[in-house]
């Protein structure tokens, strides 16, 4: 129903920063909980970040302190900025509500942006 699409990954040196951006199709007000998820080779999706719909956060230990999650109800755009990267944060990022929808689900999951820390 609400299509996301992410943006602004990229390669990037161990201590650089970037910044992910979510594109809703549709408005998100209704989306209680977004979310930023990430996805390394061979891993399982983990959950990196929430956001509510008033705007409380709250972030996996891994990224603590280094990561800040937003959203914009208004422009329906969820965002990541992520300093201080490490290698260990390479990985397939998404942004989706949390819960996510059932995987079954047609535009359940969008096609992520690859974030990749290496020197």
């Known amino acids: 129903q609400v299509q996301l699409v992410e943006s602004g990954g990229g390669l990037v040196q161990p201590g650089g920063s970037l910044r992910l951006s979510c594109a809703a199709s549709g408005s998100i007000f209704s989306i209680n909980v977004m979310a930023w998820y990430r996805q390394a080779p061979g891993k399982v999706r983990e959950l990196v970040a929430t956001?509510?719909?008033?705007?409380?956060?709250n972030y996996a230990d891994s990224v603590k302190g280094r990561f800040t999650i937003s959203r914009d109800n208004a422009k329906n755009t969820v965002a990541l900025q992520m300093n201080s990267l490490k290698p260990e944060d390479t990985a397939v990022y998404y942004c989706?509500?949390?819960?996510?929808?059932?995987?079954?689900?047609?535009?359940?999951w969008g096609q992520g942006t690859q974030v990749t820390v290496s020197s």
């Open positions: 989706n509500s949390e819960p996510p929808p059932p995987q079954w689900r047609f535009g359940a």
């Open positions: 956001v509510t719909r008033g705007g409380s956060t």
